[in-house]
Every structure is written in C-alpha cells, then in structure tokens.
T-cell receptor, first 114, second 110 residues
Framework: NAGVTQTPKFQVLKTGQSMTLQCAQD?????MYWYRQDPGMGLRLIYY???????DKGEVPNGYNVSRLNKREFSLRLESAAPSQTSVYFC?????????????FGDGTRLSIL | SQQGEEDPQALSIQEGENATMNCSYK?????LQWYRQNSGRGLVHLIL?????REKHSGRLRVTLDTSKKSSSLLITASRAADTASYFC??????????FGKGTKLTVNP
C-alpha cells in the first residue's frame, strides 16, 4: 500500500533463529504500529510508537522487541523465533494516535517458523 | 482484548445485491472505523464515524452508529465482485490504540 513499505514480504525461519522485520513510511506520520494477524483472531497489536523516541507495548508483546529508528522507520525484532510466532505481520501508520485518525497499512510480512 | 465483534462471520451474495455487516462493541467510544482487506493485502481505511454522528456515506458505502445499542453497521449497496474482501470494524482500546474485530468475510458472486 502506498506510503508504508514492509520488508521482507515472505520469510521462513527455524525455531530459535532471530530476524528483524522492517517498516518504512513516506507520509511523515507520527504514529507507527506493529500488528499480527492470525486466522480467526483478527489483528492484534504487538507494539506501537506514538512518536519518534517512544515505544509502548500492545496486547501481545511477549517475544518481540521494537525500535523506532527515526520518524520514518519502525522495526520489529524476533530474538528467538518460536512456531507460535508464525503469522502475518502488518505495519501501520497514523497521523495521530488512537481512533481519532485512520491508519494506513503495509501489505504485510508472511512469516513461517518451522 | 476484543472490543468490536463483526457479524456475520461470512456473507455470500450475488452481484448487484446489498451487503450489510454489523459490529457490536462493549464500552463507550468516541469514534469507530471500518476497514477493508483484500486477500493477501493490508487493511484499507473506509470510513471513520464519530460518536455524535448517526450515519455517514462514502460512495456506495453507508455506515450507521447507534451508541445506545453499542453497535454499528456497514452497508454496501449494489455490490460488485471487486467488493469481495474481509471487512473489519475498529474501536478504541485505550487512548492511543485501535482494537480490531475478527472481521466479516464478504464474497460477491458474479
């Protein structure tokens, strides 16, 4: 989707491996979010960053770390991947926080952990 | 923590028919949003409706909000095959977060 770029698009890992999912935006929005989407579970918030230099936990933060590198970039790291982290990961951005502004989503990273 | 829940979970209609999806939520809200997700893609924002609004239109989309019943509905009129997608409502999960429902999967048959 225009404005939010996620890399990689697909990744297969073995249990215990680490990796970083990258998200970059070109819309100059303050807020950035990481979600995971599992079948039958909808989207669940992992971490978010309301502004450059701040990060906060969402609903399912265990097993993940994040870095808001600058205003454009927000990365999600899996230090020791587990099969339960097999999911589709979405990065989103917003001009403001919460429900007052629409969020714009990337097209996701499909991650499989064997 | 699930705030909004869509109903039905799946809906199959013929092209040209109207599609109605519902969203119920548990706690008071200031705003509610609807999103669409095409297969293999990210979510796309459709409409934001504020708590002091009862109805909002955007093209073939009509959203209603009934705060007394804690519910919202999304109506797609004269549906097209291209409307085939999953539709999600999103409500407040705290001051800075959105909480998404599990979605309604709409199939529009040509």
């Amino acid at each position: 989707n225009a404005g939010v770029t996620q890399t990689p698009k697909f990744q297969v890992l073995k249990t215990g491996q680490s990796m970083t999912l990258q998200c970059a935006q070109d819309m100059n929005h303050n807020s950035m979010y990481w979600y995971r989407q599992d079948p039958g579970m909808g989207l669940r918030l992992i971490y978010y960053s309301a502004s450059e230099g701040t990060t906060d936990k969402g609903e399912v933060p265990n097993g993940y770390n994040v870095s808001r590198l600058n205003k454009r970039e927000f990365s999600l790291r899996l230090e020791s991947a587990a099969p339960s982290q097999t999911s589709v990961y979405f990065c989103a951005i917003g001009a403001g926080t919460g429900v007052s502004q629409p969020q714009h989503f990337g097209d996701g990273t499909r991650l499989s952990i064997l | 923590s699930q705030q909004g829940e869509e109903d039905p979970q799946a809906l199959s209609i013929q092209e040209g028919e109207n599609a109605t999806m519902n969203c119920s939520y548990k706690t008071s809200i200031n705003n509610l949003q609807w999103y669409r997700q095409n297969s293999g893609r990210g979510l796309v924002h459709l409409i934001l409706i504020r708590s002091n609004e009862r109805e909002k239109h955007s093209g073939r989309l009509r959203v209603t909000l009934d705060t007394s019943k804690k519910s919202s509905s999304l109506l797609i009129t004269a549906s097209r095959a291209a409307d085939t997608a999953s539709y999600f409502c999103a409500t407040e999960g705290g001051s800075e977060k959105l909480v998404f429902g599990k979605g309604t999967k709409l199939t529009v048959n040509p």
